[in-house]
C-alpha cells in the first residue's frame, strides 16, 4: 500500500499547474514564441525553471530535515527562491562537473546554518546524487550540519559561525579582480553572498560593508534574506533591526529590494546586481520564513526544530509530494 | 652558530620577506589592519600596491578578507599585533581558516612582553596556546631576523593555516642569512650534557647567555632552538633530554599552552623527566623597558639559570 499516494496525485496535479503558470509568465513577459527572438525565449524560460526548482528544494529540504531528526528549516525555506533562482534562473555561472573552475561564479552561503537549502540546490543540480540528502547531519556524511568546502563540492567555503560570510565574499572578489586584471564585466566572475537579516547584527558584516565600499568591490553582491525572525524573536524588535536599505545605502553601496518569494522579479533584480560594475549591490529580499509550508511560515519555533515524520507528510502535501529519493529511502527502511 | 651583536627585531623580516617573495614571483598578498608601519607589510605595499590591502582597523574582516584572497588563489598573509591579530579575530581563524584549510598565514608582530611600555593590554602572552589548539594550524617562532625570513618563507613552502610569531624588541643575531627553517626540527645551539634548555623566540638569547654563566659553574647545559612548536619536533627534545636527563624550557608566553606545556606533555607520555617552564606564570604583564620586564617576570638568563638549578636539585634528590 502506498501510504503517500494521495499526496504523490497532489505533486502530480500541482506541477502540472506550475507548468501552466510558468507558460503565462513567460507569455506575458516575453510574449509568444512568435513575437521574440529565440535568445529571450530559451532566457525566459530558463528563468522559468527556477519555480519548478525551488518546490522540488522545498520538499528536499523537509525530507532531509525530516530523516536528520534536527536541522534548520526556517531560513531554508526563506532563503530557498532566492537560492533557486541563482542556480537554476541563470543567474550564476557555474558548471557541476567543473565544482573548480576559476572562471565560475561563486556563491557562499554566510547563514551557513540554511545548510539544507544549499544542499538541495546543489544536488538538484548534479553536484552530487539526490539520494544523499538522506545523509545529512549523519556520521560521515559530506551534508555536514553546516557547510564543509573540505569535503563537498560546490561549497566555496566553510560557513557556520555568522557574521563572516561578506568578508570572506570580498576577499574573493578583490582577488578575482586583481587576478582578472580587468574591472569589465563579464572578464571577472562574480562573488554572491548570502547572509541572514539577524546576521548582520554581527559587528564584522558592517566592517565588511566599509570595506566593499571603499574598494568599489563592482563584482561582490551581498543578498539579505530578511524573513524578520532571528531565534529569539523578531529582529525589528529584539534590536531595532528596520530600514536595512537605508543602512546599506548609507554606506554607499548600491540597493535592490525585492519581493524574495517573486521569481520572475528576483531574477531581474539579482541579474541587474550582476551587471552593476561601479560597487558592492545588497539586495534586500523581504521574504517569509519557513516560506511553502504554511505551519512553518513567520513561525520563530520553526528556526532550528526539524518536522517529524507526520509533520514532514503535512508539508509534502502543500509542496505537491514527497522527493522520490525519500520515498525510496522510507520504503528501504532507512528513515 | 653564536649570537653576535647585531640586534634586529623580527617583526623587520616580514615586509622585506614578502617583497622578496614578490619578487621571485610567488603570489603573496598581506592584509593589515591599520598597522602595516609598525608590522612592515607596508614595505610589500610600497614595491607592490596591489598586494597589500589594509583594512582599517577591523581585525576580524583582515582574518576572513585574507580567506577570500586566498580562495582566490594567492597566498595571504594578515597583520596586527598579536593580541588583535590572533585574540580579537580568533573564531575567525578557527572556523573559516582553520575549518576550511586555507592557504592564510597568521603572521602577526608585537607577540609576547617585548612590546614593553604598551603595558598588559598589548602583551600577547596567550597567542601560542591560542593557535597549537587549533586543528590545522601549524605554529612557528622564530628567535632572530634570520630565523623570522626563514620561517615566512616555510609559511609560504607549506600549504594551509601557518602561525607565524614575531615581536617588536630587537633581538641578537643568532643565525646566519643561509639560515633553513624546518618543521619539527630543533637545532642544537650548544652542546652539553647536564641539561637541556629547551627556548624558542627572544629567550633563546637568554637561554644561550643562561647557559655561559651556567659554564662559569661548571654546569655543561645543552641549548636547543624550538621554533616549530607545531609539530613539536618530538625526536630531536628527546634525542637531548635522553642525553642530559632533565629539562627547563624557556619562552616569552604564558607556561600554560605554550612551548613549556607542548614538552611538558611530550615527556610526560614518552619520557618523564624533571621539567622546569620559564614563563609567564599565569599573569597579564605590565608597562616598563623590555631588560626591566624580562627580570620582573623572571624571563631573564638569571632566571633560567635559577631554574636549571632547581630542576637538576630535584634530579639529584631522587638520585
Known amino acids: 500500500m502506498q501510504p503517500y499516494g494521495s499526496v504523490e496525485g497532489a505533486r502530480v496535479e500541482a506541477l502540472a499547474q506550475m507548468e501552466v503558470n510558468v507558460e503565462k509568465d513567460v507569455a506575458e513577459k516575453v510574449g509568444t514564441p512568435e513575437g521574440t527572438d529565440g535568445s529571450e525565449r530559451v532566457a525566459a524560460i530558463e528563468m522559468a525553471d527556477a519555480p519548478l526548482k525551488a518546490m522540488s528544494m522545498r520538499r528536499d529540504i523537509i525530507a532531509m530535515l525530516a530523516l536528520a531528526g534536527s536541522g534548520h528549516p526556517g531560513g531554508s525555506l526563506s532563503a530557498t527562491d ?56 549523519k556520521l560521515h556524511s559530506r551534508l555536514q550540519g553546516h557547510p564543509d568546502s573540505k569535503v563537498l563540492p560546490g561549497v566555496e567555503v566553510s560557513t557556520g559561525s555568522l557574521g563572516q560570510g561578506l568578508s570572506i565574499a570580498a576577499g574573493l572578489a578583490l582577488g578575482l579582480m586583481s587576478s582578472g586584471g580587468d574591472r569589465e564585466k563579464g572578464m571577472v566572475p562574480t562573488v554572491f553572498a548570502l547572509l541572514g537579516d539577524g546576521e548582520i547584527e554581527e559587528g564584522q558584516v558592517w566592517e565588511a560593508v566599509m570595506f566593499s565600499a571603499h574598494q568599489h568591490l563592482g563584482n561582490l553582491v551581498a543578498i539579505i534574506d530578511n524573513n524578520d525572525l532571528q531565534i529569539d524573536g523578531r529582529c525589528s524588535e529584539l534590536l531595532g533591526l528596520t530600514g536595512i536599505a537605508e543602512r546599506f545605502r548609507a554606506f554607499n553601496w548600491h540597493v535592490l529590494e525585492v519581493d524574495g518569494h517573486d521569481s520572475v522579479a528576483l531574477n531581474g533584480v539579482l541579474s541587474q546586481a550582476k551587471a552593476y560594475t561601479k560597487g558592492p549591490v545588497a539586495v534586500i529580499a523581504r521574504t517569509v520564513k519557513g516560506k511553502g509550508v ?8 520553526w528556526h532550528g526544530k526539524a518536522p517529524s515524520a507526520d509533520q514532514a507528510a503535512v508539508a509534502f502535501g502543500e509542496l505537491g509530494g514527497m522527493p522520490g529519493w525519500y520515498s525510496e529511502c522510507i520504503e528501504g527502511g532507512r528513515a | 652558530m653564536t649570537m653576535d651583536d647585531t640586534s634586529k627585531a623580527t617583526r623587520a623580516a616580514y615586509g622585506e620577506t614578502l617583497v622578496e617573495l614578490a619578487d621571485e614571483g610567488v603570489d603573496v598578498v598581506a592584509v593589515d589592519a591599520d598597522l602595516a608601519g609598525s608590522t612592515t607589510t607596508k614595505k610589500l605595499g610600497a614595491a607592490y600596491p596591489m598586494r597589500l590591502v589594509d583594512v582599517g ?13 586566498s580562495l582566490s588563489g594567492k597566498i595571504a598573509f594578515t597583520g596586527s599585533f598579536a593580541v588583535f591579530g590572533t585574540g580579537r579575530a580568533y573564531d575567525q581563524i578557527r572556523n573559516t581558516v582553520c575549518y576550511s584549510k586555507l592557504d592564510v598565514k597568521i603572521a602577526p608582530t608585537h607577540a609576547g612582553i617585548s612590546v614593553g611600555p604598551d603595558g598588559g593590554s598589548h602583551q600577547m602572552l596567550e597567542d601560542i596556546s591560542l593557535m597549537r589548539g587549533l586543528p590545522n594550524m601549524r605554529v612557528l617562532v622564530p628567535s632572530d631576523y634570520h630565523a623570522a625570513k626563514a620561517a615566512i618563507r616555510l609559511a609560504v613552502a607549506t600549504p594551509g593555516p601557518v602561525y607565524v610569531r614575531m615581536g617588536r624588541a630587537s633581538v641578537p643575531r643568532i643565525y646566519g642569512a643561509d639560515y633553513r627553517m624546518e618543521w619539527e626540527r630543533a637545532i642544537v645551539l650548544r652542546e652539553g650534557v647536564d641539561v637541556t634548555i629547551a627556548a624558542c623566540g627572544i629567550e633563546v638569547a637568554q637561554a644561550l647567555m643562561a647557559a655561559d654563566a651556567l659554564a662559569e659553574r661548571g654546569i655543561d647545559a645543552e641549548v636547543i632552538d624550538v621554533p616549530s612548536i607545531k609539530p613539536l619536533p618530538a625526536a630531536d627534545i628527546l634525542a637531548s633530554i635522553r642525553k642530559t636527563g632533565c629539562v627547563v624550557t624557556a619562552e616569552e608566553h604564558s607556561v600554560i599552552g605554550g612551548l613549556g606545556a607542548a614538552v611538558a606533555e611530550l615527556t610526560a607520555e614518552h619520557l618523564p623527566v624533571f621539567l622546569e617552564r620559564v614563563g609567564m606564570r599565569d599573569s597579564f604583564g605590565t608597562s616598563g623597558s623590555l631588560p626591566e620586564l624580562l627580570t620582573c617576570f623572571e624571563l631573564d638568563a638569571p632566571a633560567i639559570v635559577r631554574a636549571v638549578t632547581r630542576v637538576r636539585a630535584r634530579c639529584h634528590r631522587t638520585l
Open chain 1, 82 to 137: 532566492i537560492v533557486a533562482e541563482l542556480y537554476f534562473g541563470g543567474i550564476l555561472t557555474h558548471d557541476h562537473d567543473r565544482p573548480t573552475d576559476p572562471a565560475r561564479d561563486r556563491f557562499i552561503l554566510s547563514k551557513g546554518h540554511a545548510a539544507p537549502v544549499l544542499y538541495a540546490a546543489l544536488a538538484e543540480d548534479g553536484y552530487f546524487p539526490l539520494s544523499e540528502l538522506s545523509t545529512l547531519r
Open chain 2, 57 to 69: 582597523i577591523a581585525e576580524q574582516n583582515m582574518i576572513d578578507v585574507a580567506a577570500g584572497l
Open chain 1, 294 to 301: 504554511s505551519f512553518m511560515e513567520d513561525q520563530v519555533e
